[in-house]
């Protein structure tokens, strides 16, 4: 994932239309609409969630100095970090995902991110991929989440490969924190959009017309859903690097250490956005021929996975809601 960053506070034409804010985070463009006709109170809201997304995208920043970074030195030197209570809530979520994805999703892989160059915010990345002496040795050291220790609220790892990079998770946590604020506020009709993944906080009066991608960059379906409930997309088609007129996707396998080659895109609609799109990964991950035995281990029901040859894998809950007057 590449990170930028900037803000931009939108008015609208008609007080019947949804109160629009724009924030440049997370190397995407959120986008917050709310309903309702208390605008003033609005526009405070999205102010102070526009506050939270940048203090969250320079802590979280998976390269950049922040927080995180001081975590993931901290870790490597084998010494005890006091991280705030977002990363802390973050790392537990994280080493949940982990055991329930059967692995395949994996926040301690930033140093393998790093070493295919994925740490950057321009895309195709025009150089080489590591060489399999390179990937090897970092297999060899098997960084994972578990090997991180918290003990009240401190944490140490006895594994100096563990490099955090919540790139897969950040999107998912910070549209809950979004939509947890607009609710204690009243103002939960509202839905937030962080560069495709969706986010419907919920309740509304009506439902939100959400787009489902087909990865390729048109869309596969058209929904109607009302909240609290997450639709987040992890794919290939998006960032990249190109070498010697080969093409490798920026999603990495932890347990190859490889770049995927296998996959479209995998979407998951589920209450929780932080396991939505953890799960999008680990699904994407997973591939056309493990995608149903991780999505039971995590517990998530609603999913759509769309292979490079255009073949469509859809779960049964997914697949009703696209045909609600469908027989079941």
């Not at 560069?195 to 009066?205: I, L, Q």
């Amino acid at each position: 994932m590449s990170w930028l960053v900037g803000a931009g506070l939108l008015g609208c034409s008609s007080p019947t239309e949804p109160a629009r804010a724009q924030f440049m985070v997370f190397g995407t463009q959120v986008e917050v609409l709310v309903r309702s006709s208390d605008r003033p109170r609005v526009e405070e809201a999205l102010r102070e969630i526009g506050e939270d997304l940048q203090r969250m995208h320079s802590d979280w920043h998976p390269w950049e100095p922040g927080a995180l970074s001081d975590l993931n030195a901290a870790l490597a030197a084998g010494m005890q970090a006091s991280p705030g209570a977002d990363l802390l809530a973050m790392i537990k979520d994280a080493q949940r995902f982990e055991q329930s994805s059967l692995g395949h999703f994996n926040a301690a892989i930033g140093g393998l991110i790093a070493l295919w160059g994925f740490h950057t915010s321009s895309y195709p990345i025009q150089s080489p991929p590591p060489d399999k002496s390179q990937i090897d040795q970092w297999l060899d050291q098997s960084p994972s989440t578990l090997d991180i220790d918290i003990r009240d609220h401190r944490v140490d790892s006895g594994n100096p490969a563990v490099r955090l990079d919540f790139s897969g998770l950040a999107k998912g946590y910070a549209a809950g924190r979004a939509c947890d604020r607009l609710v204690a506020q009243g103002l939960g009709d509202a839905l937030i959009n962080l560069g495709g993944d969706v986010m419907v906080c919920g309740p509304g009066e009506q439902p939100w017309s959400i787009a489902i991608s087909d990865g390729l960059g048109g869309v596969f379906e058209v929904i109607e859903l009302s909240g609290p409930v997450g639709v987040f997309s992890s794919g290939t088609a998006q960032r990249w690097g190109e070498w010697q007129g080969g093409r490798y996707a920026h999603l990495l396998d932890p347990g190859t250490g490889r770049a995927l080659d296998h996959l479209v895109q995998a979407t998951v609609i589920h209450r929780d956005p932080a396991l939505a799109d953890a799960a999008a990964t680990a699904l994407a991950v997973a591939g056309p021929s493990g995608w149903q035995a991780v999505a039971e281990s995590m517990g998530v029901a609603q999913v759509l996975v769309l292979d490079a040859s255009g073949a469509v894998g859809i779960s049964a809950t997914m697949a009703d809601r696209f045909n609600p007057s469908a027989d079941n």
